[in-house]
């Protein structure tokens, strides 16, 4: 009787959950007051985004190691450099404030010895070279910019280049399924320490995956501490039986504070996930194997692993990703994949 009841409760929450879902989803505004009475499912990345929006703003675009606002007007900048025609005069609609951003990072000394301040130096300099510099808008910030930096002929190396001076890599599609077809998803891992170097040098090729205006709102948590390794392993569901096995992790980490805008909030997960699928294959050329771990965004989890961390109100975990050396002997789900046939909508 009481399990009769009991089945019969369910169905009427179940019936009910589906009335309140049909009702609420009728529209953008309903959908709206659904969450608000209803569910708090969204209320962590909602707060992220505000204080990634803060933090944005509070910085005026320039954290303490690299800029968002740089990066991504100097790329501006190179799409304009690299158009046909290229026009005499262009980007005047952000160039101010790219050279105010320039001058600003140049206080900065962990941005101003870094690549990204000699790449926007670059860039801005093959800039001035070819606009037309009568322009007022133009001569005013080329003013500016030689009080910060001197303008230097010829020197200019990490500026756009023609495809054909591209080195190609000698691989055929053929090993190339070979590589793609040997990174599975690896849940046994011998007793081994994984340095941290090798990992690094992993990161240093998976970071040439393309990014939105070249920002790159990620970053790799590295930890092959066993006691540090298994909280954060157990943080996320879906790794019980093997979190005990697992060398070392990786927390995958995006930066709201890099947008100014809402409508940027999913390029973290888009950019972070670019270069972690590059890093995963990186891996495994250097001899190490990977499991991604699925993180999902509940409330709680999301609590307890950024204090594991030690992360910043606007950053989020977007996966954690298992590395170390793979047991020979451990098995792999076959985990059979869709076809092209399947994936691929030809529209005409």
Known sequence: MKL???NFLK????????????????NSTLASIYYVLFSKEFKNEQLAVLLGKLNYYKSDGVN???????????????KGLIMRP??????????????????RASFNSNISKSQEFLWAYDVLSKY?????RNNEIISCCFDKFTKVSPLHQNENKLVPYEKKSIVRAAISYEELTLLFKQRRSNRWFIDRKVDINIFKEAVEISSQAPSACNRQPFKFIFSNDKSKVKKIAESAMGTAGFSDNIPSIVAVIGDL???????DRHVIYIDSSLASM???LSLEILGLNSCVINWPDIVARDKKISELL????HEKVVMLIAVGYGDEQGLIPFSQKKTADELVIEVK
Do not use: M, W
């Not at 589906?18 to 009728?26: A, R």
């Not at 190691?65 to 900048?77: E, M, T, Y």
């Open 4 to 6: 009769k009841i009991k």
């Open 11 to 26: 169905l009427v929450l179940k019936r009910l959950k589906y009335i309140s879902l049909f009702l609420f989803s009728k």
């Open 64 to 78: 303490s190691d690299s800029s968002a606002l740089l990066r991504r007007n100097v790329h501006r900048i190179e």
């Open 86 to 103: 290229r026009r005499a005069v262009f980007g005047l609609a952000y160039l101010n404030e790219t050279i105010d951003c320039y001058t």
């Open 128 to 132: 001035f070279n070819v606009v037309d």
């Open 257 to 263: 504070s890099c947008y100014p805008f809402e409508r």
């Open 278 to 280: 590059q890093l995963l």
């Open 310 to 313: 030690g992360l910043k109100p």
